[in-house]
T-cell receptor, first 112, second 115 residues
Framework: GENVEQHPSTLSVQEGDSAVIKCTYS??????FPWYKQELGKRPQLIID?????GEKKDQRIAVTLNKTAKHFSLHITETQPEDSAVYFC???????????FGGGTRLMVKP | GAVVSQHPSWVICKSGTSVKIECRSL??????MFWYRQFPKQSLMLMAT?????????EQGVEKDKFLINHASLTLSTLTVTSAHPEDSSFYIC???????????FGAGSRLTVL
């Protein structure tokens, strides 16, 4: 199966600063990489995703980059706001895209 | 957009009882549903994958007789925690997707507390 490593496990930034979360994966056949945001006690919500035929994708303050050769992908949040505080999970597909493996999560804290 | 409803959101039960959690896709046909367990401050641990009309595939270490999964229709999957014990207390989340799609839609989760 797929193995996804996520770093850091916790990240504290000042409001307005940028935050970067990095993930590596093991299965070179993986071709879909979503990022989920989970607030305390709530369901994970998809915030952005990227497919293997694209190197970068941006949606307002959120961007994701993918390096297929190195098998790593990153989430970038710019101009962070307190409401960005949550746990973020990266994931990667395996088993011909039928399954997702999640990273261990990053607890992001944005200090006002 | 796609919506998945999960019920109940919170259940407290006595040790030894069985608890059923439902996961419904409200506006799409969920050919595949996934059940996860999440401990505090930890990631989502996949328990099993269920495809409509067939037996669930359980991850290594997950007791199939303990966690019964049924996916009888394209819009409903259930997880039954049989003879629950305090160590089964956890947050259980389902997710669903349609055939050929990668995007998962998550339920809101069910917090199980076994006394």
């Amino acid at each position: 199966g797929e193995n996804v490593e996520q770093h850091p496990s916790t990240l504290s930034v000042q409001e307005g600063d940028s935050a970067v979360i990095k993930c590596t994966y093991s299965d070179s056949a993986s071709n879909y990489f979503p990022w989920y945001k989970q607030e305390l006690g709530k369901r994970p919500q998809l915030i952005i995703d990227i497919r293997s035929n694209v190197g970068e994708k941006k949606d307002q303050r959120i961007a994701v980059t993918l390096n297929k050769t190195a098998k790593h992908f990153s989430l970038h949040i710019t101009e962070t706001q307190p409401e960005d505080s949550a746990v973020y999970f990266c994931a990667a597909t395996y088993n011909a895209g039928n399954m997702l493996t999640f990273g261990g999560g990053t607890r992001l804290m944005v200090k006002p | 957009g796609a919506v998945v409803s999960q019920h109940p959101s919170w259940v407290i039960c006595k040790s030894g009882t069985s608890v059923k959690i439902e996961c419904r896709s409200l506006d799409f046909q969920a050919t595949t549903m996934f059940w996860y367990r999440q401990f505090p401050k930890q990631s989502l641990m996949l328990m099993a994958t269920s495809n409509e009309g067939s037996k669930a595939t359980y991850e290594q270490g997950v007791e199939k007789d303990k966690f019964l999964i049924n996916h009888a229709s394209l819009t409903l999957s259930t997880l039954t925690v049989t003879s629950a014990h305090p160590e089964d207390s956890s947050f259980y989340i389902c997710s669903a997707k349609t055939s050929g799609a990668n995007v998962l839609t998550f339920g809101a989760g069910s917090r199980l507390t076994v006394l």
